[in-house]
């Protein structure tokens, strides 16, 4: 009898202590090194200051929030095995990866384990790859690449664009999208430059580029090779206007180029120096808490962790991943509703994302913001 | 016309710092038979070592730059020499070959750790802004870094040659035991060597970081390179290597241009292997042979 007590208090002290220090998991699995390690980098310490703040009021659902970091190199066959290592894990929710290549081969993995991932990939293709699992937190390249093209036809009145990307799915996609709207404008593309991943020198790029004359010059590529290809565009006196979606005026790209990147325009989905009060609240906090000025990434993964919230405690009331992931669908969050979502933002059925975004311009280092575009639902 | 003399420029002064990394390969190989396959990493590290200098200790660029290429040559020269030659060249080349290859993968990997995987800026070492000569555009940075390496290059065979010190490093590279009989102290003249190649990535550094920015992975591409600039120029001569920095220089950017840019890093692949199939002593290398 004294000993069946004992196993009975035991057991009960041992549920109440699991359930005293009950954690819901979060993985991040992402770019910390390789080349695009800026962008990852950048989101990774979003979801970390959105962590330790909804960590700080309690967490979701009284949980704390534990991320695990997996670091996926910028190489698709690491990203394999580490979102393996991620699955295993068991968490609630997926963070990343950023770079598209590995959102590619790293989907189907995702979407058979049943967690709901928010991504940082912004090729066109990824929402039309059928995951019901998959959600955007930046657009897609088929919402900005229009939005640029009507920029260039109506603001820049260009009527020849040379162009030169990345050679990864991220520039491919951005590049057959961008053709697509130009083409359908009468835009002439007049140079075609394709670039690789971590290229350093692109002295022959540039000498192409000039070679073509075009009206304008459209800089698609990651933040570092963006900086790179500015600095060489300037070296060789290669005449703009230099026109980009995102990266081409993200903050590191700026930081990275120096007086190379002033004068440079075009359509940013997510920036922090938007003229909206929560988002330049939240950049204040980052810059503290980091030590530096986030880009669009950090606005990802930030507002990604806050969804989540949002979504897990006042739509479901507990930890239901397949009942999150209907429930994302469709969906319209509004700073009203949860403040950490900076901006009001909508998901549709393939899990696109959709906001109001921004045309800016780089005057003296920093990034002006000349107009505001309207959700495309709007 | 104004093109191709961009893209010569441009391409001598990139082949102008394969040259001085690949110079560094071939003294160490000829006064102390190393290989070092952590040359790439060296030519990284520098570059930190000023940013730090800037960054935590509060200086200005170019007292940064002095602390920076003190540490380098201490650190990338004597401590590489004493902790890491010494002790694995008498087991023979290639277990050094190895532990240089380890070397090298420490070396980026603690910058990444404790520095981070960003890329940095680094301050450029002379003004950006540009020159026009026959309707050419060139950058003055361009030019700065070609007319450092000649003047780099010029000074180190003035040394070499013109300087007892310099003469009997030769000597010590030609032949160490006849060397010692005519009393040089050959351990001496091998760590000058190291010294001289702790001093020559460090320039390498500054000439390269402000254009390609200071990134842990900076190391992988620019060691082969050099690496291949060397085999290529020949690895027994200093001569070799200037000549196959500039030529994999200027062949890489023309290739980009109106080759391909996709296949840009196959072309002086494409070149090693010809000159290792045709000429395996290099362009101006001697034929060793060796008594078996």
Partial sequence: MRRSKFVLAFATLMLLSGAAGADVKFAYVGEISG?????????????????????????????????????????????????????????????????????????????????????????????????????????????????????????????????????????????????????????????????????????ADVVKLKAANADAVFVYSNEEECARIMREARKQGLKGPFVGDTTLLSQKTIELAADAANGVVGHVGLTADAPIPAVTQFAQRFQKRFNYKPDHNGIKGYTAVYAVKYVTEKKLGKFDRKGFAKTMHGLTITPQDEPGILMETTWDGTGEIDRISFLAEVINGKQNISKVLPKLGK | MTDILQLLVAGLATGGIYALVAVGFTLLWQTSQTINFAQGEFVMLPAFFVLIGMGYFGLAFWPAV????????????????????????????????????????????????????????????????????????????????????????????????????????????????????????????????????????????????????????????????????AIIGGFNQARGAIAGGLLLGVVDNFAAAYISSQYRTAIPLLILIVVILFRPQGMFGRIEERTV
């Fill in chain 1, 35 to 203: 080349s695009i390690a800026v962008s990852g980098g950048n989101f990774r310490d979003g979801i970390i200051l959105a962590v330790e703040e909804i960590n700080a009021k309690g967490g979701i659902l009284k949980e704390k929030i534990a991320l695990t970091l997996y670091d996926t190199q910028t190489n698709p066959g690491v990203a394999r095995s580490q979102m393996q290592k991620a699955i295993d894990g068991d968490p609630y929710v997926i963070l990343g990866p950023i770079f598209s290549g590995n959102v590619k081969v790293t989907m189907q993995m995702v979407r058979q384990a049943e967690i709901p991932d928010f991504i940082g990939g912004e090729a066109a293709e990824l929402t039309t790859l059928g995951s019901p699992y998959l959600f955007r937190t930046s657009f897609g390249q088929q919402i900005g690449m229009p939005k640029i093209a009507n920029y260039i036809r109506d603001e820049l009145k260009a009527k020849t664009i040379a162009l030169i990307w990345v050679n990864n799915d991220f520039g491919k996609g951005g590049r057959d999208r961008l053709i697509k709207e130009l083409t359908a404008r009468n835009i002439k593309l007049v140079a075609d430059v394709s670039t690789e991943s971590g290229q350093v020198d692109f002295a």
């Fill in chain 2, 66 to 229: 002095a602390l920076g290429g003190a540490a380098s040559v201490v650190v990338l020269g004597l401590a590489f020499k004493k902790l890491m030659v010494d002790p694995m060249i008498r087991h023979g080349v290639l277990p050094l070959v190895i532990a240089t290859i380890g070397l090298a993968i420490l070396m980026k990997e603690a910058v990444r750790e404790f520095w981070g995987a960003d890329a940095w800026p680094f301050p450029a070492l002379g003004a950006t802004t540009d020159v026009t000569v026959f309707g050419a555009v060139f950058a003055v940075q361009s030019l700065l870094i070609l007319a450092i390496c000649i003047a780099v290059v010029v000074a180190l065979q003035l040394f070499l040659g013109g300087t007892l010190t310099g003469r009997c490093m030769q000597a010590t590279a030609q032949n160490p035991t006849v060397a010692r009989l005519l009393g040089i102290r050959v351990e001496r003249m091998i760590l000058y060597t190291f010294l001289i190649n702790g001093a020559l990535v460090t320039v390498a550094s500054l000439l390269i970081t402000p254009i390609y920015l200071a990134k842990f992975t900076n190391g992988e591409w620019l060691g082969l390179y050099a690496f291949i600039a």
